[in-house]
């Protein structure tokens, strides 16, 4: 399975001492549980922005990627489009929050072990073997990871290679953020940030072994990955991107598929649901792989008779 999927967009400030400074650790975990497909007719579009509508009642969704590299901006036009033309920006959740010391605390607590166990203990000697020459090569020590559960372990590998490759956490997310702060919109957010903690918490609890086996292979894929990710959302390639993040989850990983994703979405139609039904016009960003699918918010909200246009 395409682990990489998962912390497609992964990214935050340049990465030194890292294991050391628990703030740039969260900031790590929380991006990347902002990650993170579509039985609709137009496989190829303008860009990955969408206008749901009821009545004369708008709602914009706009897939995010969660980094980018300064050559990536400036982001397609309908993105600013429908910022232009929204009241409320909508995202997964708190973006700002992560400034908060506590919350800070909280992600290292959960997102580490704290009751003996660590990755030593927990995986198979050849999972173990293989993540400790992969670490070494990368010249890191391996005992300054080996508390971190495997959500952190592989985020954090993952975002090393991003950071060779360029991205910067100036993702849409941290862009639209800080624009709308600036310029005085209300923002909103879907989710918590402490039920963002539980996803990332317990991604690889009960098959640590071959979840880590798994990333280890598809790290070496990342490069290439990401090249093709960025080109299917620059261009709403919807087809693509459901390849690229759903149909190996699905197959090989139906569980994660279903809390990571399908769950996710169930519980984001109400909200979207309940804008739909005000006057304020919201532009909701989340992760590229949430709109994508036969489970994705855009065929649910097709399936309950929205309208749905792509920009």
Same mark, same amino acid.
């Given at each position: 399975?395409?682990?990489?999927?998962?912390?497609?967009?992964?990214?935050?400030?340049?990465?030194?001492?890292?294991?050391?400074?628990?703030?740039?650790?969260? %900031?790590?975990?929380?991006?990347?549980?902002?990650?993170?497909?579509?039985?609709?007719?137009? &496989?190829? $579009?303008?860009? &990955? #922005?969408?206008?749901? *509508?009821?009545? *004369?009642?708008?709602?914009?969704?706009?897939?995010? #990627?969660?980094?980018?590299?300064?050559?990536?901006?400036?982001?397609?036009?309908?993105?600013? %489009?429908?910022? %232009?033309? +929204? +009241?409320?920006?909508?995202?997964?959740?708190?973006?700002? &929050?992560?400034?908060?010391?506590?919350?800070?605390?909280?992600?290292?607590?959960?997102?580490?072990?704290?009751?003996?166990?660590? =990755?030593?203990? #927990?995986?198979?000697?050849?999972?173990?073997?293989?993540?400790?020459?992969? #670490?070494? +090569?990368? !010249?890191?020590?391996?005992?300054?990871?080996?508390?971190?559960?495997?959500?952190?372990?592989?985020?954090?590998?993952? /975002?090393?290679?991003?950071?060779?490759?360029?991205?910067?956490? %100036?993702?849409?997310?941290?862009?639209?953020?800080?624009?709308?702060?600036?310029?005085?919109?209300?923002? !909103?957010? =879907?989710?918590?940030?402490?039920?963002?903690?539980?996803?990332?918490?317990?991604?690889? @609890?009960?098959?640590?072994?071959?979840?880590?086996?798994?990333?280890?292979?598809?790290?070496?894929?990342?490069?290439?990955?990401?090249? $093709?990710?960025? @080109?299917?959302?620059? &261009?709403?390639?919807?087809?693509?991107? +459901?390849?690229?993040?759903? $149909?190996?989850?699905?197959?090989?990983?139906?569980?994660?598929? @279903?809390?990571?994703?399908?769950?996710?979405?169930?519980?984001?139609?109400?909200?979207?649901?309940?804008?739909?039904?005000?006057?304020?016009?919201?532009? /909701?960003?989340?992760?590229?792989?949430?709109? /994508?699918?036969?489970?994705?918010?855009?065929?649910?909200?097709?399936?309950?008779?929205?309208?749905?246009?792509?920009?």
């Amino acid at each position: 399975m395409n682990i990489k999927n998962l912390i497609q967009v992964v990214f935050i400030n340049p990465l030194r001492n890292l294991t050391t400074q628990p703030g740039k650790v969260n %900031q790590i975990l929380f991006l990347l549980l902002l990650s993170s497909t579509l039985g609709l007719n137009n &496989s190829v $579009a303008d860009t &990955s #922005v969408w206008e749901v *509508s009821s009545g *004369s009642n708008t709602v914009y969704l706009g897939g995010t #990627v969660h980094l980018l590299r300064p050559s990536d901006y400036p982001l397609p036009a309908e993105y600013e %489009q429908a910022y %232009q033309d +929204s +009241s409320h920006l909508v995202f997964e959740t708190d973006i700002s &929050s992560m400034n908060d010391l506590s919350i800070q605390a909280s992600m290292l607590q959960q997102l580490t072990y704290s009751d003996g166990r660590t =990755l030593k203990t #927990v995986l198979s000697e050849e999972a173990y073997t293989a993540l400790s020459d992969y #670490v070494a +090569s990368s !010249g890191m020590p391996m005992m300054m990871l080996d508390s971190f559960k495997p959500g952190l372990l592989i985020s954090t590998l993952q /975002v090393i290679e991003f950071q060779k490759m360029g991205f910067t956490p %100036q993702g849409v997310d941290a862009y639209f953020n800080t624009r709308a702060i600036g310029d005085g919109k209300t923002l !909103g957010q =879907l989710e918590t940030v402490q039920e963002k903690i539980g996803f990332l918490a317990e991604m690889g @609890e009960g098959n640590e072994s071959e979840f880590i086996l798994m990333s280890l292979e598809d790290i070496d894929e990342t490069d290439e990955m990401m090249e $093709a990710m960025i @080109e299917a959302w620059r &261009s709403g390639d919807n087809r693509s991107l +459901s390849d690229l993040f759903v $149909a190996d989850m699905q197959s090989e990983a139906p569980e994660l598929y @279903e809390s990571l994703l399908i769950n996710r979405n169930l519980r984001w139609i109400p909200q979207i649901e309940e804008m739909l039904r005000d006057r304020d016009t919201e532009f /909701v960003l989340v992760g590229a792989a949430h709109l /994508v699918g036969n489970q994705g918010l855009l065929e649910l909200l097709s399936a309950k008779g929205y309208q749905i246009r792509q920009l």
